[in-house]
């Protein structure tokens, strides 16, 4: 055999080799870049000796041109549909039991019937044809008596052997099977699309479906895709084992992937056991299935059994509740989050998904609806899995309404909060949208009563959840404001509560009255500030008012207050809800020692705007920074009109020549520390 000719041989079987570990057996014998070299080696050699290419050569996976069409395929031996029942509980294996034991003529007194059982995989059907061991045609099932050929795509299915692992390999095997996709594939096969700005499936079975049918093959190959076989078609020079079972037990030995989720077993019983355990762990399987499937497991008694038009008498596939339905979207709501989150939600004509009637599902948010195009009034596909709140899929976009209905905008359908009026905004570089009046909206109760009066913030002690959902359900605290005006008697009657702990909870409410400004400011649950821009805040301001007043260029003064922070701040204090529950509380008698804050004390660079670029000789950025925020200056990411100096080093770019243009005054370091010095003389 000639070298090369020799070569291409062993590292197509050892790719191959690889590829069984990888997709097949999920055991990675090789690392990537290893696998990938020995990849590159083939494909060189076979660009340059082009007969050397054969029709199993793993490089055939990638994709070969785009296709016209599908060219029709004639089955030889038809591909049959499987009677499908759709009943809950064990009638179904019962029944199905009943009747094969009355066409095969048995009695009572006769032994139960052995069975196989296996999952109904929730992909498209395929017929993988191989003669002499190589896959020589892949075609879809079609009408069962023409399907159409999908060989090419079909080949960048990883786990489909191109050859059979067999030394004197059958002259004509059909393999039978399910291609689907994992569902972990599909999450990860659809983020890198969302990333990449480019569209999602929208579900694994479509994924599957719509991949094999790609007419551009390098596309399917992109589709991470999985197989698995469950019965035969025409076979030649080849005698399969006597059982269903065994010979899917021969096609797994061949290479052939085969579900591990099956059993054998005796009767009725044995199915029903079955489709119990497989129906209790349907949402923990690595894909979607639609059910079970029941067969006679011995071959014999199937070909006694025959078929009945187009379904055979020995299996029936017991059916689990769809998880996906159409139904219409017949409004928008939208429900106000523990968090002040609104949280869109499809009303829909009811319909039975998962097991349960569905007439809510969740929209997420404004990006998903924006992503998924929901309108009012389209119909949609409906996904309801395990326990998992019902969701909509998609849009189906053919079946919208003439005219177009408007794109849905939650800002603009609910510019208020529905749940308390407070005004409604959407934060830079947050999904959600949210109500403002944290303080006052009932929907954040509960989070905003446990939050104040936590260890870091008001400290109450002994006010913790149990006891905030008795005071928030009978109606005894609307706002942190109403805790101040809770007395013995309330206290003392509500559930586990004795009078003592009654009286050191009053005693805890009393003591927190006397409190920092920057303990209040972090109790006031302002999204986006935390315990230490609470600290930084009152710092800075010494008064609540100052905050209470500070516009965006004074919020943007203080250390670690950028946009979004100072952006959250506004908006709760421009809310009059949240200020009305503010006043109460002070005039609970809530106070603090105040201050003047730092923010007048006027350094040499008070009001002042500095951007700082290149690198300075002596200074890191940050010492920079922080000397100009200690002289009261500001600091800034980008050169503007309002930029009162650029502090420039080597290597400054851009922003020196914007500077430049617009004629702000340009300092090197030593200006800057000259600057910086003068103040302190
Ligand atoms: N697991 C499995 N799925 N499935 C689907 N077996 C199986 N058998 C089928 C079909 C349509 O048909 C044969 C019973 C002919």
Not at 501 to 530: D, H, M, P, Q, W
Request: aromatic share 6%.
């Amino acid at each position: 055999m000639p070298v090369d000719l020799a070569r291409a041989a062993a590292l197509r079987r050892e790719i191959e080799r690889h590829n069984y570990a990888y997709y097949v057996l999920d055991q990675p014998t090789i690392p990537d870049a290893e696998y990938d070299r020995l990849f590159r080696e083939l494909q060189a050699l076979e660009a340059e000796h082009p007969e050397l290419a054969t029709p199993d050569s793993p490089t055939r996976r990638v994709g070969g041109k785009p296709l016209d069409g599908f060219a029709p395929v004639r089955h030889v031996v038809p591909m049959l549909s499987i009677r499908t029942e759709t009943d809950t509980e064990a009638s179904g294996a019962q029944a199905f039991d009943a009747r094969v034991r009355k066409e095969l003529g048995l009695g009572e007194s006769d032994p139960p019937v052995d069975y196989a059982a296996e999952l109904k995989f929730d992909g498209l059907a395929i017929n993988l044809r191989y003669e002499l061991g190589v896959l020589v045609q892949a075609a879809t099932r079609g009408d069962g008596e023409t399907g159409e050929d999908v060989t090419q795509n079909i080949r960048t299915v990883h786990a489909i052997p191109l050859r059979l692992h067999a030394d004197k390999p059958p002259v004509v095997l059909e393999v039978r099977g399910e291609v689907f996709m994992r569902r972990d594939d599909f999450e990860r096969y659809n983020a890198k699309q969302r990333e990449a700005g480019k569209p999602t499936l929208v579900n694994p079975r479509n994924g599957a479906a719509g991949s094999i049918r790609q007419l551009d093959p390098a596309i399917a190959a992109q589709r991470p895709l999985s197989f698995y076989a469950y019965g035969l078609g025409e076979v030649q020079g080849w005698t399969p084992p006597p059982t269903h079972s065994a010979t899917l037990d021969a096609l797994e030995k061949l290479g052939v992937p085969v579900c591990a989720e099956r059993i054998t077993g005796r009767g009725a019983a044995a199915l029903i056991a079955f489709h119990d355990d497989i129906a209790a762990r349907r949402d923990s399987l690595p894909f979607d299935i639609d059910g079970v499937v029941y067969k006679v497991n011995r071959l014999d008694l199937q070909r006694e059994l025959g078929f009945v038009t187009r379904e055979p008498r020995w299996a029936v596939a017991h059916k689990f509740p769809a998880q996906e339905q159409l139904t219409t979207v017949l409004g928008i709501d939208v429900q106000v989050g523990r968090t002040g989150a609104l949280t869109p939600v499809a009303r829909l004509a009811p319909v039975f998904v998962g097991g349960v009637t569905v007439t809510n599902a969740t929209l997420h948010n404004q990006d998903e609806i924006d992503r998924k195009d929901v309108r009012v009034g389209d119909t949609v596909i409906v996904r309801r899995a395990g326990d998992v709140i019902p969701e909509v899929v998609a849009a189906v976009i053919e079946r919208r309404p003439v005219p177009e209905p408007p794109r849905f905008n939650i800002l603009q359908s609910y510019p208020v909060c529905p749940e308390c009026g407070s005004h409604v905004v959407r934060l830079e570089g947050e999904a959600a949208v949210r109500c403002t009046g944290g303080l006052y909206c009932p929907a954040q109760r509960k989070q905003a009563l446990l939050h104040f009066a936590g260890r870091r913030a008001m400290d109450i002690e002994g006010l913790g959840d149990k006891l905030v959902d008795q005071l928030v359900e009978r109606g005894l605290v609307h706002s942190p404001a109403d805790v101040y005006g809770l007395g013995l008697d309330t206290l003392a009657g509500l559930e586990r509560m004795a009078e003592k702990s009654a009286a050191n909870l009053l005693a805890a409410i009393e003591a927190s009255k006397a409190t920092t400004l920057a303990r209040f400011i972090f109790a006031l649950g302002i999204r986006n500030v935390g315990e230490t821009t609470a600290k930084d805040l009152a710092r800075h301001f010494g008064s609540l008012a100052a905050l209470i007043t500070a516009d965006e260029a004074g919020l943007l003064a203080v250390r670690d207050v950028g946009p979004v922070v100072a952006q959250s701040i506004r908006q709760f204090f421009a809310e009059p809800h949240n200020l009305e529950v503010v006043n109460k509380l002070r005039a609970a008698g809530v106070h603090w020692p105040e201050s003047t804050g730092v923010q007048q004390s006027a350094g040499i660079l008070a009001g002042k705007t500095l951007v700082l670029t290149g690198t300075l000789p002596m200074l890191t950025r940050e010492a920079a920074k922080e000397m100009i925020e200690a002289a009261g200056g500001k600091v800034a990411g980008s050169v503007s009109k309002k930029t009162d100096y650029v502090v420039a080093g080597e290597e400054a770019g851009s922003k020196l020549t914007r500077a430049q243009e617009l004629g702000v005054t340009i300092l090197d370091e030593a200006g800057l520390l000259a600057l910086l010095e003068s103040q302190e003389q």
